[in-house]
T-cell receptor, first 117, second 114 residues
Framework: GAVVSQHPSWVICKSGTSVKIECRSL??????MFWYRQFPKQSLMLMAT?????????EQGVEKDKFLINHASLTLSTLTVTSAHPEDSSFYIC?????????????FGDGTRLSIL | DAKTTQPPSMDCAEGRAANLPCNHS???????VYWYRQIHSQGPQYIIH???NNETNEMASLIITEDRKSSTLILPHATLRDTAVYYC???????????????FGQGTILTVHP
């Protein structure tokens, strides 16, 4: 089945630093990738939609200058949390959607747990 | 996208069938029903999806009512490893600003017990 790899799986860093998270589709080409955030005991919330070769579309309330998204190839999207602060600590999850039929499901990575001290 | 309603929690005995209901009474003609599950501290796992016909794969069966206002996910022989949060999501298949987006609700916490 479709495999999406996310790296790193866990990161701790100091307040004020920037953190980059990678999302790769390993066995299919992903024209669209999605980034979600999940706080403890809550459901996933979509942050942004990333289409290969174009600017990401951010959901209302998500700061585009804070969460930089790059989708430079059909197999890789990156999320950079800039100048991270403790309130950015969360579980960040990416998903990828392949080419072909429009009803193709999204496949998710295993998430990145980000802790800002 | 149409909103879904699921029971917050369900229990199931190991080896028995788990039937998880979902209401999506405002679903529109171009919206599919998707089911995902999330095991603790992992990303969601795709299970199955359908438009109007019943679907079956190696993981589960999806039964969609004729009016498409509700559906049931069936895990035929639940195991302890099926304990997870199950999400029923309706999503537009094409077109519009919400194309392809998945809006996660609170889902159903399924607990499979020995």
């Amino acid at each position: 089945g479709a495999v999406v790899s996310q790296h790193p799986s866990w990161v701790i860093c100091k307040s004020g630093t920037s953190v980059k998270i990678e999302c790769r589709s390993l066995d299919f080409q992903a024209t669209t990738m999605f980034w979600y955030r999940q706080f403890p005991k809550q459901s996933l919330m979509l942050m942004a939609t990333s289409n290969e070769g174009s600017k990401a579309t951010y959901e209302q309330g998500v700061e585009k200058d804070k969460f930089l998204i790059n989708h430079a190839s059909l197999t890789l999207s990156t999320l950079t949390v800039t100048s991270a602060h403790p309130e950015d600590s969360s579980f960040y999850i990416c998903s990828a959607k392949g080419q072909g039929y429009s009803n193709q499901p999204q496949h998710f990575g295993d998430g990145t747990r980000l802790s800002i001290l | 996208d149409a909103k879904t309603t699921q029971p917050p929690s369900m229990d199931c005995a190991e080896g028995r069938a788990a039937n998880l209901p979902c209401n999506h009474s405002t679903i529109s003609g171009n919206e599919y029903v998707y089911w995902y599950r999330q095991i603790h501290s992992q990303g969601p796992q795709y299970i199955i999806h359908g438009l109007k016909n019943n679907e079956t794969n190696e993981m589960a069966s999806l039964i969609i009512t004729e009016d498409r206002k509700s559906s049931t996910l069936i895990l035929p022989h639940a195991t302890l490893r099926d304990t997870a949060v199950y999400y029923c999501i309706v999503s537009r298949s094409a077109g519009g600003t919400s194309y392809g987006k998945l809006t996660f609700g609170q889902g159903t916490i399924l607990t499979v017990h020995p």
